[in-house]
């Protein structure tokens, strides 16, 4: 917490608190165009992409694009960002007070009337609240609300509110680490086993791996689920998979380093026979040889004493 020093001197965080609300309610991004319009192309790639096959699509765009047409891709709005210089005021005061890390934590999306291609996108944002000093496990720090006005022809059309924690993380912390006794060794995640899912590491625990199957429409559904896409039914049964798949897609892991992967390695979007897909490391192959369309042979790693994981062995043609 070295950065409490500059806040330091008695009234410490009281001071920053008060130093950083009174940026609330002053802009956060000011005058921003959407860099094209709301596009047919756009809205059926994202519906391609999201798997959405409504019909109103693409005569006009799925709301959950709102955030979309204010977004400047790789290359960047052309006329340079819209961010105000309150809003980096607010972010280096944080980092002067040693929340220097910071982690998107929620949005909120309100929607006052559908987008159509053609419609011209501006927007606004403001510094909508930032909080007391709160202490997260991933560190102690400020939560940043930040509300996009988004505007079609001068009419608003829809509100976005996005939320930051910019926090001094803790000592030892690291997402996906939750035993900080062990924070040396390096331990692969643990998976988040709750009810929707538990009987699905049973099945691990088994060296079976279960597929969920809806027992009102047959339905099989992966990963686990408490109802069914298809029909809405939440009875359900399990089958258990034969094992065998293919790659249907991958992707090579060099960047970011995480503690317990060893990069580069590949993920792979593994097809089983029964039609489902997952993600799964691929084994017994470079990570340079695997192949969409590969075949894969289900398999049980042993990661170490208390994870188990489904995996799949390529095989190179
Ligand atoms: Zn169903």
Not at 23 to 36: L, M, S, T, W
Not at 46 to 75: F, H, K, R
Request: glycine residues 12%.
């Amino acid at each position: 917490m070295t950065g409490e020093r500059k806040v330091g001197r008695g009234v410490a965080g009281d001071d920053l608190y008060g130093r950083l609300r009174a940026y609330e309610g002053r802009a956060a991004a000011i005058g921003g165009v959407g860099k094209d319009p709301v596009n047919e192309p756009m809205i059926r790639h994202w519906c391609e992409a999201m798997g959405d096959a409504n019909a109103a699509y693409p005569a006009i765009a799925p709301p959950t694009m709102l955030q979309v047409w204010t977004m400047g891709g790789l290359s960047g709005h052309a006329g340079g960002s819209a961010r105000s210089e309150a809003y980096d005021e607010l972010l280096d005061l944080l980092d002067g007070a040693g929340c220097t890390s910071v982690v998107a934590t929620d949005c909120e999306q309100e929607y006052l009337r559908p987008l159509r291609p053609g419609d011209r996108i501006t927007f606004d944002a403001v510094i909508e609240s930032v909080s007391s000093r709160k202490t997260t496990k991933l560190g102690s720090g400020h939560f940043v609300t930040t509300r996009m006005d988004i505007r079609a022809g001068g009419e608003l059309v829809g509100r976005h509110r996005f939320r930051i924690l910019k926090y001094a993380p803790a000592r030892g912390a690291s997402v996906g680490k939750d035993r900080p006794t062990e924070a040396k060794e390096a331990r692969r995640p643990r998976p988040v086993i709750n009810r929707d899912n538990e009987g699905f590491w049973a099945g691990v625990a088994e060296h079976r791996l279960l597929i969920q199957r809806c027992t009102g429409c047959g339905t099989l559904r992966f990963p686990w689920l408490p109802g069914c896409g298809a029909c809405g039914c939440q009875e359900w049964e399990t089958v258990e998979a034969s094992g065998a798949g293919t790659v249907f897609s991958y992707v090579v892991m060099h960047h970011p380093p995480f503690p317990a992967f060893d990069p580069p390695y590949a993920v792979g979007l593994i097809e089983l026979v029964e039609g489902v897909r997952m993600i799964s490391n691929i084994t017994g192959v470079p990570y340079d040889k695997v192949r969409i369309g590969m075949p894969v042979e289900l398999e049980f790693l042993r990661v170490d004493a208390d994870l188990e994981l489904p995996v799949f062995r390529g095989a190179v043609a």
